[in-house]
Nanobody, 122 residues
Framework: QVQLVESGGGSVQAGGSLTLSCVGR????????MGWHRQVPGKQRELVAEMTRAGTLNYAYWVQGRFTISRDNAKNTVYLQMNDLMPEDTGVYFC????????????????WGRGTQVTVSS
């Protein structure tokens, strides 16, 4: 079993920054891939960024170079540095972990955190 706990969400004005953290507990081999997805009401959960243990990166096009994903493999922790936030970035950000290192694919077997709310005001 893998448990993912997010933190760092909150409310920020447009142009501000937030750093999200996700600490994974469990089998490290089940967290070869870690990343972040966002969900807004009425929309499907969508990829924001993901990263393998080896350092392969994948970003959604809409982050427009504003977000940076990183991870600390020794701590099974993944981060999302979010800069130049816009109201359109508002949503619930979920941490993801999976045993496969194939980026760009989120199988149903992946693990999920409970999410952390990010609200960006004008």
């Amino acid at each position: 079993q893998v448990q993912l706990v997010e933190s760092g969400g909150g409310s920020v004005q447009a142009g501000g920054s937030l750093t999200l953290s996700c600490v994974g507990r469990g089998n490290a081999d089940s967290m070869r891939l870690m990343g972040w997805h966002r969900q807004v009401p009425g929309k499907q959960r969508e990829l924001v960024a993901e990263m393998t243990r080896a350092g392969t990166l994948n970003y959604a096009y809409w982050v427009q170079g504003r977000f940076t994903i990183s991870r600390d493999n020794a701590k099974n922790t993944v981060y999302l540095q979010m800069n130049d936030l816009m109201p359109e970035d508002t949503g619930v950000y979920f941490c993801k972990a999976g045993q496969l290192e194939h980026i760009g694919w989120t199988p149903p077997e992946d693990y999920w955190g409970r999410g952390t709310q990010v609200t960006v005001s004008s």
